[in-house]
């Protein structure tokens, strides 16, 4: 159980264009969705907390408009990547929660270089 | 303010060895302690928790960890190491429960035939 999983597991663009990653919670219903981002042989660092229905609340330093975050349904987050460029190159990883509180469940990620 | 602090960042042992990650944390307030496991390329899947109940924690795969207030640690362990083990581990801390979980930089866990 507990299953999220991630949309594109892979994705290479060309710079100026903008990029949408899904994450879906298969078999529960997630009231709060999580993105990361995690660089080269680092660890995870929270870029913006989603609630179901609601803005997602983004970290300092992480633009918005830059990253854009949708959270529709109880199952599907989504993360825009806006005219992206070179060091928008990243692994992205989405985590989901039934409840808050809950433990996270991550998806896969995904790898996006920008070209 | 709360963080983590995962002492050595690569870590080798034999096959059928014991392992011990080592994580020490800082919190202003009783904290929620998580492990995670990512193999290459995958995201993360949790090992196993501590929420204030028992001080050691049985995880999966043979995992378990002890909760030492006093040395502000929660060393992850196991036995045995196995091959399959061999992957990144993270040790992460909240003080809310479950959600906004601040990670350590990961230990990368190498296990040699």
């Known amino acids: 159980g507990a299953v999220v999983s991630q949309h594109p597991s892979w994705v290479i663009c060309k710079s100026g264009t903008s990029v949408k990653i899904e994450c879906r919670s298969l078999?529960?219903?997630?009231?709060?969705m999580f993105w990361y981002r995690q660089f080269p042989k680092q660890s995870l660092m929270l870029m913006a907390t989603?609630?179901?229905?609601?803005?997602?609340?983004?970290e300092q330093g992480v633009e918005k408009d830059k990253f854009l975050i949708n959270h529709a349904s109880l199952t599907l987050s989504t993360l825009t990547v806006t005219s992206a460029h070179p060091e928008d190159s990243s692994f992205y990883i989405c985590s989901a929660a039934e409840d808050p509180g809950q433990p996270q469940h991550f998806g896969d990620g995904t790898r996006l270089s920008i070209l | 303010a709360q963080s983590v602090t995962q002492l050595g960042s690569h870590v080798s042992v034999s096959e059928g060895a014991l392992v011990l990650l080592r994580c020490n944390y800082s919190?202003?307030?009783?904290?929620?302690l998580f492990w995670y496991v990512q193999y290459p390329n995958q995201g993360l899947q949790l090992l196993l928790k501590?929420?204030?109940?028992?001080?050691l924690v049985k995880g999966i795969n043979g995992f378990e960890a002890e909760f030492k207030k006093s040395e502000t640690s929660f060393h992850l362990t196991k036995p045995s190491a196995h091959m399959s083990d061999a992957a990144e581990y993270f040790c992460?801390?909240?003080?809310?429960?479950?959600?906004?979980?601040?990670f350590g930089t990961g230990t990368r866990l190498t296990v040699i035939p």
């Open positions: 501590y929420t204030s109940a028992a001080t």
């Open positions: 078999d529960f219903q997630a009231t709060t």
């Open positions: 989603s609630n179901e229905g609601s803005k997602a609340t983004y």
């Open positions: 919190s202003s307030v009783p904290p929620y």
């Open positions: 992460a801390v909240s003080e809310t429960g479950a959600n906004n979980l601040f």
